[in-house]
């Protein structure tokens, strides 16, 4: 059949406008700068802030997320804290802890009147009873109490309580008198106040975890500026202003964080006035900067690592069966154990630094990233004390890394089987994990992706199951130790932070080493030290150091971001000074 | 009609039962263990042992199965959320179908409205340029994925009329028509497009008959004649489709939900999936399966009273 004009005439109208509408949108960001539609009317007082997930839990000592995190922050207060610069400053407490000669005891005085969010006052008995929840079963921090005397005997004591009640008393905690608290450590750990200044160590009413037992978890309340009125699941929690603060009360009536999951219909809340501040969405950076909104976007670099970890544990097997070494633990492969001889372990290991040399770091940081992130040459970021400028790290080098792999056995990739390859789906992991994948072919190590939601991924990674996966580390305090020990030291192996699984007796040593030095030049020479090892005995493919990169409403002032500060979630910057003024369309 | 009745209301059984099985089933061999998430990841193992033994999940699949299904039918207690610290499964599910049932009711009055206008147009007009209109919105709106659609209204509707682009807000009828407006336009897209073409389909065949010729004949305008005589014996088929659809609706807007961020019970469910929320994710599917079901029934029992040669149907 021939179509004439005539019979095609009503459908031309509609068509057009459709096919201009869609021209219209999609080539804005082609043709020059991005003019973005934006509504910019405030609600004076009121901080909206788009999150990506509902906080899974609100009880300090049971969290361990930094969406909850940044909500407790805003609730609960703790001895001490973090100040803009990442100093460590008094909350609670009245000042810095007095120390002992001997390091070992700390004393707390408190502030006097300080009110919790029912009325109460608090009083150093709170401050007890809310450290010894950290050793109760439901913790997920009780490393932070750890050091204390008797920490682990009460810990002991309690796993046979359901929620730690009655609760078992930590006997290097003491209440001399209302408003001091004494701390005695088992051993020294200079650290010790900076584990107090996280959030998992707030301090809490007795009364109202009791009367509330599990629900504290959702009506979690303290002594901080807000208090929680209202939280519906997967939608919104929202905080009001405390006025009974012990600093005076926050100059924002409101703050209400939204959750939205889908990362452009949290953009086009923000465009449309229905949020604050969200995180920029990935892929977009450089379109905004260059766009009518540029001059809201924050970039902010960040005290962390984005690392794919080697799983030390296991090896790989080839099409005979046949042990193709990619982890370098002596021991292999749980559940169908292989002891690998000295000459495997070092196979694996040239394996591993090849695939280290072949990963190119810039193109990742500046094409992929927008350039909000630095090539990674280690473990510590940029920033942090110990960080080593002169570490030379795994530049890109697919011509070594072929050398390296061919030294380790597998010329081209002969013989060298795929690799499980396992991520989350959150962005932009699949767009790195492609990226990456192409540069390991490049050089003949072929990779499988394997993406998973984060639920089921954490489940993965906590069994020992993945090969090869991405993880990414954000400092809880700005010291090396947070990075090294944490994520290095055997003793830390699966969940508490070596995702690797990485047992090496020589790295042990020097974590140890680095941890117990007080003097702070020779402690500083052996965290860069044992980075070193690390770096050469490459147990990940380390990656790069991430910014977070925000949108932020230019009616909202006072917000001072930190290094620790990471998402919309801004767990550390202080909301108190924050204020929303009435904008202007 | 009572035979009919009875018939139908014991097929639902069996379909209910079954699907109780299949859904208590997956969150049983669900990974995850709730007596962890309760009392903690360095519980003593022997008190944890005895939790559960105390919640009664140490005992065989068909026990805790009839004793989950006890208490479903017998109190409506659908368990509490343990990845929720406590709160109540039947609580958070009626607070989320609540936005859900809003979203498909509004969803349903908008298609309805469109899509029989634009098939009752159609029909009076056919192969005019009314008609082609009608035909080309209608396959686009039966092609358009709902997000690529939501995108649309997000980017070119919104900042235009000043509606919101996420979220529910529940402070009056006011606010919460403007919170659901666009979502319901990109979830009643499909039905509108699929009810202009049935109504249509069926006008043209109405208004073909004799009788319809007979009602003009005597002096009818065209209106008392398309909506009194076409409109009202064509409308059959539109409200056993709407009725079908409205099931559909309730149980299938997880993508409107998830593109404009209301917080509905599909993506609640979606996000139980996510955080592993075993109790949620059983009373939530369970749930969706009931009121399937139901609609599916009520559409059948509301065929067979105005069609009573359904009823015979052996």
């Not at chain 1, 954000?474 to 830390?492: G, Q």
């Not at chain 2, 039962?17 to 962890?36: K, T």
């Not at chain 2, 996510?274 to 009931?290: H, K, P, S, W």
Request: charged share 20%; glycine share 8%; with cysteine.
């Amino acid at each position: 059949m021939r179509l004439s004009v005539g019979s095609v005439g009503p459908f031309l109208l509609p068509v057009a406008l459709a096919a201009g509408a869609l021209w219209l949108g999609w080539g804005s960001g082609d043709t020059g700068p991005a003019v973005f539609v934006q509504d910019l009317r405030a609600e004076p007082g009121v901080l909206r802030i788009g999150i990506t997930s509902n906080p899974p839990n609100l009880d300090p000592v049971e969290m361990s997320d930094t969406t909850s995190d940044s909500v407790v922050e805003r609730i609960c207060n703790t001895l001490v804290s973090f100040d803009e610069h990442l100093r460590l400053v008094p909350s609670l407490a009245e000042s810095i802890p007095e120390v002992s000669p001997d390091g070992l005891v700390y004393t707390f005085r408190l502030r006097r009147g300080v009110k919790f969010q029912n009325g109460r006052t608090m009083e150093a008995g709170d401050v007890r009873y809310s450290l010894q929840r950290l050793a109760e079963p439901i913790s997920k921090r009780f490393w932070i109490v750890e050091p204390v005397r008797g920490a682990t005997a009460a810990r002991d004591a309690m796993a046979r309580n359901s929620r730690g009640d009655p609760q078992a008393p930590i006997a290097g905690i003491e209440t001399p008198d209302p408003l001091t608290v004494r701390i005695t450590l088992e051993k020294v750990q200079p650290l010790f106040p900076m584990f107090l200044a996280m959030n998992n160590a707030s301090i809490v009413a007795r009364e109202e975890v009791q009367a509330l037992g599990q629900r504290f978890g959702r009506q979690v309340s303290g002594t901080g500026p807000f208090r929680l009125v209202e939280w519906k699941d997967n939608d919104r929690l929202v905080l009001e202003r405390f006025d009974g603060y012990f600093e005076g009360p926050a100059k924002l009536r409101s703050v209400v964080y939204r959750v939205i999951t889908e990362e452009e219909t949290r953009f086009q809340s923000y465009l449309n006035g229905e949020l604050d501040v969200i995180e920029a969405p990935y892929g977009n950076v450089r379109r905004i900067r260059g766009s009518n909104i540029g001059d809201q976007l924050r970039v902010n670099p960040m005290l962390d690592i984005r690392y794919h970890g080697f799983n030390m544990e296991r090896v790989l097997r080839g099409p005979g069966g046949e042990v193709v070494p990619l982890g370098g633990n002596p021991e292999s492969s749980p559940g169908e154990p292989v002891r690998l001889t000295g000459d495997q372990r070092r196979r694996a290991r040239l394996l591993r630094q090849a695939i280290n040399y072949a990963i190119d770091r810039e193109f990742l940081c500046t094409a992929l990233l927008e350039g909000r992130a630095v090539p990674a040459k280690g473990v510590l970021p940029p920033g942090m004390e110990a960080y080593d400028p002169g570490l030379a790290g795994y530049r890109y080098d697919p011509a070594r890394a072929k050398a390296l792999l061919a030294e380790a056995g597998y010329p081209e990739g002969r013989g060298l089987p795929e690799i499980p390859y396992n991520f989350n789906f959150q962005p932009p992991n699949p767009t790195v994990a492609q990226a990456i994948q192409s540069m390991l072919l490049r050089v003949g190590v072929r990779t499988r992706l394997r993406q998973m939601d984060w639920g089921a991924y954490q489940t993965y990674l906590d069994e020992g199951k993945a090969t090869f996966f991405r993880l990414a580390w954000i400092a809880d305090y700005p010291d090396p130790e947070n990075f090294l020990y944490v994520l290095f030291h055997s003793k830390n192996k699966g969940q508490e932070g070596n995702n690797a699984r990485f047992v090496d007796p020589e790295n042990d040593r020097l974590l140890e080493e680095a941890r117990s030095t007080v003097d702070p030049v020779e402690r500083k020479a052996r965290w860069r030290r044992a980075e070193a090892y690390i770096v050469e005995q490459a147990p990940w493919a380390f990656l790069y150091h991430n910014a977070t990169a925000l949108l932020i409403k230019p009616y909202v002032k006072g917000m001072v971001l930190t290094a620790m500060d990471s998402g919309a979630e801004i767990q550390q910057v202080d909301l108190t000074k924050v204020t929303v003024e009435a904008g202007a369309r | 009609m009572g035979p009919y009745l009875l018939r139908r209301l014991l097929q639902f059984v069996p379909v209910l039962l079954l699907v109780s099985v299949i859904v208590f089933s997956l969150s049983y061999h669900m990974p995850g263990d709730p007596v962890r998430l309760l009392m903690g990841q360095n519980a003593d193992p022997m008190a944890m042992e005895a939790k559960r033994h105390e919640l009664g999940l140490d005992r065989p699949f068909h026990e805790q199965y009839l004793s989950y299904m006890g208490k479903v039918v017998l109190q409506a207690d659908l368990g509490i959320s343990y990845a929720k610290k406590g709160k109540g499964v039947r609580e958070l599910i009626l607070e989320k179908f609540a936005v859900t049932l809003r979203l498909a009711v509004l969803a349903t009055l908008l298609s309805v409205a469109a899509g029989v206008a634009a098939g009752v147009l159609s029909a009076m007009r056919p192969y005019s340029w009314v008609d082609y209109l009608s035909i080309l919105l209608a396959l686009l709106g039966v092609s358009m994925p709902v997000f690529f659609l939501g995108f649309l209204l997000f980017a070119f509707v919104a900042p235009a009329v000043g509606l919101p682009v996420s979220g529910f807000e529940d402070a009056s009828l006011w606010t919460q028509f403007r919170s659901l407006l666009l979502p319901a336009l990109a979830l009643g897209a499909l039905e509108t497009a699929l009810l202009a073409r049935l109504t249509r389909a069926t006008m043209l065949e109405t208004l073909s008959q004799d009788y319809v010729r007979t009602a003009r004949a005597k002096g009818l305008g065209e209106w008392p004649v398309v909506l009194k005589h076409g409109l009202r014996n064509a409308a059959i088929p539109i409200v056993t489709v709407v009725g079908a659809n409205l099931g559909g609706l309730l149980v299938g807007a997880v993508l409107t939900e998830s593109v404009f961020a209301l917080p509905g019970l599909g993506r609640e469910i979606v996000q139980a999936i996510a955080q592993r929320d075993r109790e949620l994710i059983a009373g939530g599917v369970l749930f969706m399966a009931v009121i399937f079901v139901t609609m599916n029934l009520l559409v059948d029992l509301t065929y067979a009273w105005f069609d009573p040669r359904v009823r015979l149907d052996r």
